[in-house]
């Protein structure tokens, strides 16, 4: 079984700083799947739900060291959410507490 895991390049409190002032502006980064397997699947939550929102990759998947940017540009309510991202082999891999106002122009980095 493989372990893959998220990391955002970033300092490390990133993953667990505190929310900060609710989020009106797009937040921009770059996804980068840095595994052997395609990424079929984006999702995104608030810590306070147990259901993830619409997939962000929507019709495209992320083939194995491929990059794209992605913008959300839907006035995201807060700044921490959970990331899942699913592959085509079936696996997922989940992160809590992101903080996507510090994520913004920053990349994301799923690796095995």
Known sequence: ?????????????AFLAP??????ASIDFTLTNDTDNVLTR????????NEW???ILGEDVLGAGESIDISIDD????????IRADFDD???V????VDF????????????
Do not use: F, H, K, N
Not at 101 to 112: F, I, N, Q, R
């Open 1 to 13: 079984m493989r372990i893959r895991s998220v990391a955002v390049a970033l300092v490390a409190s």
């Open 42 to 49: 984006l999702y995104i939550s608030l810590p306070s739900t």
């Open 75 to 82: 006035g995201l309510p807060e700044c921490v959410y959970d």
């Open 101 to 112: 106002c510090e994520l913004d122009g920053e990349e994301l980095t799923v690796s095995e």
């Open 19 to 24: 929310a900060a002032m609710a989020q009106s």
């Open 53 to 55: 929102e619409e997939d």
């Open 94 to 97: 989940q992160v809590a507490q």
């Open 90 to 92: 079936g696996e997922s």
